[in-house]
């Protein structure tokens, strides 16, 4: 007994989609798929699993107690995939090296990262994102969150907000006031975990002036429409963030021009993973999901460390991130009944094909049935398996 | 507008709590920790309070069922939770140390190394002592910790102290300081994003009173 319990049970972390909720998801990865298509993003599949180095390349160092890790025959160290941007990346600068740029590709593929698991958050979870690389411009920029809103819009999700930053920004000032490298890491590690506490603490004790002080004090509150730019301008007295801020009102254009600056709120505290990001950055945050189901960002080194310099951009979403905010916010899943309920008589199998073949290649969902039935038995089943019509060939 | 939803822990950081959001206008009808009701709403300011156990807070608004919330730096560092800490609200104050029976004192803080430690912070000790290089076995107790060397259960203890009446009473003496707390106004990561504007204009109010009075 105990022995069939363990049989049963799944790995930590991982998770079974009953036909009802792979239906959704897969509702949702052909939307996207439309999509990306439609924006002339191609897609890519690249391999479950890589080698371990690979995918540690850049900041991926900081991953490595998140992978899942396995050795090859050789005993070669492999991990897999944690996200796609890396896979794609070794990709870009491989085998799709004589491409002309800009290079634009997409994906919807599963990853693995060990994490301590809640609804929405699992070790096993499945990506939907692009990546335009070879272009370092605003359009670039625009038009990937720009893609990043319309996937959410055609999933169908209702609220949702993306919060744009610029990291150059905090990268500046905190070089105009000629802070160490120790020190920047830590004011950085402050505003993006929103310490405010730590941060007013690391402040006070820099050798700097009261005006540098209340500037570092400032930045995770610098959040809001377009008065926060403004006022993140008054704070930026050196080129470097305003070049950044340049940037982002540059971006910010655009995004009117896509008609979709409605959801977009200027967030400069945000950083995401700043040791991997150099420019933009963006997190799309929902109402009752405790974590961004969409991120991204300009990462302009990741390519050079694969031995091929181009500059690039990308989103990825979280597909079961996307349900559960769906879910939670009521938004409308398609409907997925069977349309006709095939049953037949005794000696009618070889008539109820040949119907089932007509009304398929018709485009109705058709479920035949397994065996010979009265037509009472079939009506029965017919509601018992909650398909919309009964067609019986007696 | 929407509801703010604060948890405010009951105890002995509520009722400077409770005060210092009245005076940023913050408050409604019957907030005491001593109400049956669990959720207290005040309709015309949009703000909803839940008094909740102290190691709850934290919990609370990690998951979102509250936005903002006030607790102590020991227990919010000892849940490991992931919420932005906002505000450093000054009360409260403690530190968390680790003391042994005076009799018994031994010469350095390492010779202390694989005893028992008795606290309700096991994750704080822990991570103290893992920092001196130090093994420990941990004995989690729910409360009155002075008890565990007294009657044998461990050789120390980690605890919080505020004025140190009652480590004395029961003959222990601190012998290392690991870290100093005071209560924290904390929020949910989404809610300080998506409220920014309602918990933002409170932090900057929060900021002022809080600065004025911890001045001498």
Excluded at chain 1, 14 to 38: G, H, M, Y
Excluded at chain 1, 70 to 81: G, I, Q, T, V
Excluded at chain 1, 117 to 137: D, I, N, T, Y
Excluded at chain 1, 197 to 206: E, F, Q, S, T
Aim: net charge negative.
């Amino acid at each position: 007994m105990k022995k069939n319990n363990a049989l049963l049970k799944i790995p930590y972390g991982t998770r079974d989609f009953l036909p009802e909720e792979a239906a959704a998801k897969r509702i949702i990865e052909e939307k996207l798929a439309e999509l990306f298509s439609a924006w002339g993003y191609d897609e890519v599949v690249t391999p479950t699993m890589e080698y371990l180095d690979t995918l540690t390349m850049g900041s991926g160092g900081n991953q490595t107690e998140h992978l899942f890790k396995l050795f090859d025959r050789h005993n070669s160290s492999l991990a897999l995939r944690h996200e796609m941007t890396t896979p794609i990346a070794r990709l870009v600068s491989g085998r799709l090296k004589e491409q002309p740029s800009p290079v634009k590709l997409a994906y919807l593929s599963s990853a693995f990262r060990y994490e301590e698991a809640q609804a929405g958050r699992q070790c096993e979870f499945h990506q939907g994102g692009v990546e335009l690389m070879g272009s370092g411009s605003a359009a670039a920029d625009a038009e990937v969150i720009a893609l990043a809103i319309e996937s959410l819009r055609a999933a169908g999700l209702k609220n949702f907000r993306l919060f744009l930053g610029q990291v150059e920004f905090v990268s500046g000032i905190m070089e105009q006031y000629q802070l160490s490298d120790k020190q920047k890491k830590e004011v950085k590690t402050c505003v993006e975990g929103r310490d405010l506490v730590g941060l007013n603490h690391l402040a006070d004790g820099l050798e700097a002036t009261d005006a540098a002080k209340e500037a570092i004090k400032k930045i995770p509150l610098l959040c809001g429409v377009e008065e926060t730019l403004q006022a993140a301008y008054a704070i930026a007295l050196n080129p470097q963030s305003r070049r950044a801020l340049d940037n982002l009102s540059e971006i910010y254009e655009l995004l009117q021009a896509y008609d979709v600056a409605q959801y977009v709120v200027f967030d400069l505290g945000l950083l995401r993973d700043f040791s991997y990001y150099t420019g933009m950055v963006f997190e799309v945050y929902t109402e009752g999901l405790g974590y961004p189901l969409c991120g991204g960002g300009r990462y302009d080194h990741l390519l050079a460390d694969f031995g091929h310099p181009a500059s690039a951009t990308g989103f990825a979403l979280g597909i079961e991130r996307l349900l559960l905010a769906m879910e939670r916010q009521g938004c409308e899943m398609a409907p997925q009944a069977t349309d006709v309920y095939l049953g037949y008589g005794v000696s009618s199998l070889t008539a109820a094909i040949k119907e089932a073949k007509r009304r398929r290649a018709a485009g109705q969902k058709v479920e035949l049935a397994t065996m010979p039935q009265t037509q009472e038995d079939a009506a029965k089943k017919q509601q018992e398996r909650g398909c919309r019509e009964l067609v019986y060939i007696p | 507008m929407e509801y703010l939803t604060v948890a405010l822990p009951k105890g002995k950081l509520f009722k400077p709590s409770a005060e210092l959001l009245e005076k940023i206008g913050y408050t409604a009808d019957g907030l005491s920790d001593k109400s049956r009701k669990l959720i207290i709403t005040n309709e015309e300011k949009k703000v909803r309070f839940i008094i909740t156990k102290t190691a709850d807070v934290p919990t609370y608004v990690e998951y979102g069922a509250a936005d903002i919330g006030v607790i102590g730096k020991d227990v919010l560092t000892e849940s490991g939770k992931d919420v932005y800490e906002l505000l450093d609200l000054g009360f409260g104050k403690c530190h968390l140390m680790m003391a042994v029976p005076k009799e018994q004192k031994r010469a350095k803080l390492t010779d202390y190394a694989y005893t028992r430690v008795a606290t309700k912070f096991p994750h704080i000790a822990e991570e103290f002592f893992t920092r001196q290089g130090m093994q420990m076995e941990y004995i989690n107790l729910g409360g009155s910790i002075e008890l565990g060397p007294v009657v044998g259960l461990s050789e120390s203890i980690v605890d919080i102290v505020e004025t140190g009446t009652t480590l004395k009473e029961n003959g222990l003496e601190e012998i290392a300081y690991i870290m100093d707390a005071t209560a924290r106004l904390i929020a949910n990561r989404v809610s300080f994003k998506l409220k920014f504007a309602r918990i933002g204009n409170m932090v900057t109010a929060l900021s002022k009173l809080v600065g004025k009075e911890g001045q001498p």
